[in-house]
């Protein structure tokens, strides 16, 4: 296993993932507000940033977009994904094999697991099978650690939280996806659980610029290794504007204000 800060995933030891696969999570409804966004070419343009490590998408936008811009992106192929229209207890449908992933130049992969899911069981054995296959092609492994399901009635507590963080060091990924646990102790707590584990914040629904920024310099000052953010970026009208500012406060560790006055 290569050293995390020699997998193209990172940059001096930080992680900036550029996640675009919300057609498929979400549905149309996330391109709504901003007419273009829809179009996978966008952001993938944007993933040219150099802030930005990978590029996390599903596999059809990988086969067709990724060709075009290989030279310029790395990729990030996410193994599994739902769809909005699922209305069963949380899952996720492995369509991607880490081969194939491979095949199409992905240089890491993602994969959602939803602990507390009635489909746990499940979803961590077609984990298991992923990793595996990962390690065989020196590929990191991202998991999207999202506790949820059945009774689970605060999917952000700091203690949720901190168990998905370790969830994904006891399962063999990378790097931890999880959401922002409200605080930079909630968060602290969340990386000292996942050991080696790279955790990484999730980016969440469009807000300020300041706010969104607060919670990643957040993230930043308690260990975290950056974001996977994706609609805090490419639902903005200029996703370069908000890169820059992120480049300042993951890369460069300043403050908000100054990040802001760039
Ligand atoms: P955002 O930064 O837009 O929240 O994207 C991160 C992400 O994990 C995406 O990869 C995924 O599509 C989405 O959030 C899933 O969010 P949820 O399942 O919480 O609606």
Avoid at 9 to 34: M, S, T, W
Avoid at 67 to 86: A, F, R
Avoid at 185 to 190: I, K, L, T, Y
Avoid at 220 to 230: M, Q, T, W, Y
């Amino acid at each position: 296993m290569r050293p995390f800060d020699d997998t193209p995933l990172a940059r001096d030891g930080k992680v900036l993932i550029l996640a675009y696969d919300h057609g498929l999570e979400h549905g149309p409804v996330d391109f709504e507000g901003l007419a273009g966004s829809e179009d996978p070419a966008r952001t993938f343009e944007a993933a040219t940033h150099p802030a930005v490590t990978s590029l996390a998408v599903q596999k059809g936008p990988a086969e067709a977009y990724y060709p075009s811009y290989e030279d310029d992106v790395d990729l990030l192929l996410k193994l599994n994904g739902t769809s909005n229209l699922w209305m069963g207890e949380p899952d996720s449908a492995v369509n991607c094999t880490v081969d194939y992933a491979h095949d199409i130049g992905a240089s890491s992969v993602g994969f959602t697991v939803y602990g507390g899911s009635n489909h746990e069981i499940e979803m961590v054995e077609e984990f298991r099978d992923a990793q595996e296959a990962a390690r065989a092609r020196d590929l990191p492994v991202v998991m999207w650690s999202y506790p949820r399901g059945q009774g689970l009635k605060n999917d952000t507590a700091p203690d949720t939280i901190a168990y998905a963080a370790r969830q994904a060091l006891e399962l063999g990924a990378d790097v931890a996806k999880v959401k922002y646990p409200g605080s930079r102790e909630a968060m602290e707590h969340a990386v000292s659980m996942a050991g080696r584990t790279k955790v990484v914040m999730s980016g969440g629904s469009k807000t300020t610029d300041r706010e969104f920024l607060s919670s990643v310099k957040d993230v930043i000052d308690a260990g975290g290794a950056g974001l996977a953010v994706g609609r805090n970026v490419w639902q903005r009208e200029d996703p370069t504007r908000i890169l820059d500012a992120l480049e300042a406060v993951i890369f460069d560790e300043t403050t908000v204000d100054e990040a802001l006055a760039r």
